[in-house]
């Protein structure tokens, strides 16, 4: 797909918002899925972990809830992300009103992935998140994953470098089509997808209308919305919406549209009535962003997690403009950055 001249995100009425993503775009949903509780309906998580893992320390991110860092040894084992503080955090958050009501949550759909070869998210942390799930969430709500002997990457059943690969575009031909898994789990039963040509149509998106600069907030100029026959007409009404987060190094730099058009949603979305949003990640080099992750340790906002923060609340506006609903501003009381009952 040759990338597009970019246009204004259309208005729609689309309904039962579901997220997912992969790595550091698997951290962001969930981030994203805790904040919004009361809008997200579900998630599909692939190598991510619990909701603040990071604490808003690089160390943390790169050390406890993944093995990305060379100058450091890879601390992840199980418990090592530490659940009940996270567990602390996000109802200290919930109760100043800077995440939704941690109620919502018993009612989402939660599907999750960990491949057994996975070395830079590893298997505990993934066990961890599951902990952290369970605490708000029952366990025939959550499936989980964790017997394909996958490396890092997007799992499909179509394209991608062998499943053990650990390299760019991260999205490997495994034999199992994790999309289309994670969307039925969410929805519930869906038609088969399509297996010919794709019948929707991509639109290319101006992000600078839902965040000001984006490029200074390690967020790309360009966002991609990917519509399906069905969808087309009507604003969507009587379609679903789910927002796809790419993982660290698949932004439109790196690998050019390839994860919009390959991860394997599209094939569902036409036959489905889903609607697909790929809100696009950029670096910022040399630091603090490089390899155009998500920002789930603090590389752009110490709010980060919350619903104020910018890359989330960027997000957030573009799900309101696809479903019909007017942006509100948050209000919410200063949250201090310390550990709760520490704080001096």
């Known amino acids: ?53 990071s604490q808003g320390s690089v160390f943390t991110a790169t050390t406890s809830c993944s093995c990305t860092t060379e100058l450091f040894s890879c601390r992840v084992r199980q418990g090592s992300t530490h659940v009940p503080d996270l567990i602390a955090f996000t109802d200290w958050f919930a109760e100043g009103g800077s995440i939704d009501p941690t109620s919502a949550l018993a009612a989402h759909k939660i599907w999750m992935f960990s491949g057994s070869a996975d070395s830079v998210v590893p298997q505990p942390v993934m066990h961890d998140l599951y902990a952290y799930l369970r605490h708000y969430v029952d366990a025939n709500r959550i499936s989980y994953t964790r017997d394909l002997e996958a490396e890092h990457a997007m799992p ?16 490997n031909n495994c034999g199992y089509d994790a999309a289309g898994e994670l969307l039925k789990w969410i929805y519930g039963p869906l038609f088969p997808r399509n297996t010919g040509n794709r019948s929707g149509r991509f639109i290319a998106f101006d992000q600078s209308e839902f965040i000001p600069l984006p490029g200074w907030h390690g967020m790309a100029d360009t966002g991609y919305l990917y519509v399906p026959p069905a969808c087309d007409t009507d604003a969507g009404a009587g379609c679903r919406l789910h927002v796809a987060f790419h993982g660290c190094l698949q932004d439109l730099d ?26 696009q990640a950029t670096a910022i080099f040399p630091y603090p962003n490089p390899n155009a992750c998500w920002d789930w340790f603090a590389y752009d906002d110490t709010r980060y997690a919350q619903k104020n923060g910018h890359q989330m609340a960027a997000v957030k506006r573009m799900v309101d403009r696809l479903t019909g609903v007017s942006p509100v501003t948050v209000l919410v009381r200063e949250v201090p950055r310390c550990r709760p009952g520490r704080c001096t």
């Open 156 to 171: 499909t059943d179509r394209y991608g470098s062998s499943c053990k690969t650990l390299g760019s575009p991260y999205i």
């Open 254 to 279: 790196d690998i050019g549209t390839t994860f919009i058009e390959r991860a394997g949603y599209n094939a569902w979305a036409d036959t489905n009535k889903i609607v697909i949003l790929y809100p």
């Open 1 to 53: 797909m040759v990338r597009a001249q970019t246009v204004s995100l259309p208005a729609m009425n689309t309904t039962q918002v579901s997220v997912s993503g992969l790595s550091s775009g698997a951290f962001m949903a969930v981030q994203f899925e805790v904040a919004f509780s009361s809008v997200v309906t579900g998630a599909g998580i692939i190598a991510g972990g619990p909701y603040f893992c």
